[in-house]
């Protein structure tokens, strides 16, 4: 062989191999250095993350899930992935209103969980979907006017030791420019406990967004104790901006009497009334059925009156929250639909803000609030067919698959048989199928967040009514006739 054909051979060869180690190459999309920059048209995260938040931004929605596939596979952790998407999401989509497009920001955490109790050989699944969404959302938000988060003005920061007081007083009016600067300075100085002692108060203010902006105040922290408090900034940038949607109303709140700030304004005054010693009582099963009476008939300032009645007496927190979370199982059973889901998904995110504020009067305002809106989720129906304490166990049930093949048939009878299962049973086999059910059948961010909130709650309550509880989820799972998404084939072959 001449030197000349030596060479050519010796490219040929090279190529070729180049070409089998690097083939999955062909399947990304060209993307220059300046579209790895966000520039100074949007707010910009660090260099460690930002490039994997440009590709989840550009990657096509058919080609996304499997880009991922292949970078899991050459080693990009859950962690990276996780915090890539929470900003992605909190960068590219508005969160206003705070919901419908929005849910691809509020469900990342709720996939967490979901992949946090699946075994290991389920973990990527819900992450996968919530990209899925994000994109979706994306696409969405690009033909709504393509919202994107804007660098901060730094000029406006006030100091660390009047930040606090900033943001309360932004709050308090509905000053957006405000209340954007006074976050940053307090992201930037104070402990994270401080400032969600503020947004949780806040986030339980108004009705306006049917308990999501509470929801996403509680997932927003979550999602940063997992990911890391450097990231916090946008994060919690974005859920000011949230909290502060007045959803259409042209007066200012602050300047007004609207409906949906009412329930806040008179709990500030009845916080007044809790006596000193109010987190020593003792459970009280009577009382949780008390209070449910209450809120099937009653108005938010009935309920709020019952919550201090009760609690004066001596009745337990806990057993208040079981009543909380016990008439929102009602309600799903009752009226099945994205009102009485909230109701759910509002009270286990208040319980946890609850559990991680420290101050007494917002923990105090918290459960006030939780108790308002309960009838306000319920409406103008003033009378429930299935009363949960009276909903009756049936046997019969060997297996978790029997209930969920009822679920397409009978909602109501899966519930009473459910409910048998789980006075012989453990709840974890039934947990552990009706998760996968929606790893395989969900379509909407609601069957994420549904789901993990009652697996949650379900084991803070006392077991009555905690197995009552799960029996009425039923009404909102997955059932095993219900049609398979084919995202989940994606998410199979891609990895």
């Not at 930002?50 to 096509?60: D, G, K």
């Not at 080609?63 to 962690?79: A, D, Q, T, W």
């Not at 919530?130 to 959302?137: E, G, K, L, N, Y």
């Not at 009645?309 to 806990?318: F, H, S």
Request: include cysteine.
């Amino acid at each position: 062989m001449n030197r000349r054909s030596f060479l050519h051979s010796a490219a040929t060869s090279g190529a070729l191999l180049a070409g089998l180690e690097f083939s999955f190459l062909r399947f990304l999309p060209r993307v220059s250095a300046a579209e790895m920059k966000m520039g100074a048209s949007g707010v910009s995260f660090s260099a460690d993350i930002e490039p994997l938040v440009r590709f989840l931004e550009v990657t096509p929605r058919d080609r996304v899930i499997e880009e991922i596939g292949l970078k899991v596979k050459k080693g990009l952790s859950y962690r990276e992935l996780l915090t890539a998407l929470l900003l992605a999401g909190v960068r590219n989509i508005q969160p206003r209103p705070v919901g419908f497009k929005f849910h691809a920001v509020l469900v990342i955490h709720a996939a967490h969980l979901a992949s946090l109790a699946s075994p290991e050989t389920d973990r990527w699944l819900p992450i996968f979907w919530a990209i899925d969404q994000f994109t979706s959302s994306q696409a969405a938000d690009e033909k709504e006017g393509d919202w994107t988060m804007q660098p901060i003005d730094e000029s406006a920061i006030p100091p660390s030791h009047k930040a606090r007081k900033a943001l309360v007083d932004a709050l308090e009016k509905w000053d957006e420019r405000a209340a954007d600067a006074a976050i940053v300075g307090m992201v930037r100085k104070l402990p994270a406990h401080e400032i969600y002692e503020v947004l949780a108060k806040y986030g339980s203010r108004d009705y306006r967004e049917i308990g999501h902006k509470e929801i996403y105040v509680a997932n927003s922290f979550r999602a940063l104790e997992i990911i890391g408090w450097q990231h916090a900034e946008p994060v919690l940038r974005s859920v000011v901006y949230a909290m502060l949607d007045r959803v259409g109303d042209k007066v200012n709140p602050s300047e007004a009497d609207l409906p949906a700030d009412r329930p806040f304004r008179r709990n500030l005054e009845l916080v007044k009334e809790i006596q000193p010693g109010w987190l020593d009582g003792k459970p009280d099963s009577a009382a949780t059925e008390e209070f449910i009476r209450t809120a099937r008939t009653g108005s938010a300032i009935d309920t709020s009156k019952k919550l201090v009645e009760l609690l004066n007496k001596g009745v337990a927190p806990q057993s208040l929250f079981d009543g909380y979370m016990a008439f929102a199982a009602e309600l799903l059973m009752n009226a099945p639909g994205i009102i009485s889901i909230h109701a759910t998904t509002f009270t286990n995110a208040t319980h946890y803000s609850w559990q991680h504020c420290r101050d007494e009067e917002v923990r105090k305002i918290l459960m006030l609030q939780n108790a308002a809106f309960l009838p306000l989720f319920r409406g103008n129906r003033m009378t429930s067919k299935i009363e949960i304490e009276h909903l009756t166990p049936e046997e019969g049930a060997e297996t978790p698959g029997e209930i969920l093949e009822l679920i397409n048939k009978d909602k109501s009878e899966a519930a009473r048989k459910l409910l048998g299962f789980l006075q012989h049973q453990a709840p974890q086999p039934f947990l552990h199928a009706a998760r996968r059910l929606i790893f395989s059948k969900g379509n909407d961010a609601h069957d994420y967040k549904f789901s993990s909130a009652m697996m949650e709650d379900y084991v803070f309550m006392e077991k009555p009514w905690a197995n009552r509880y799960m029996a009425a989820s039923v009404f909102n799972l997955k059932g095993a006739g219900d049609k398979e998404n084919q995202l989940a084939n994606r998410i199979r072959n891609a990895l």
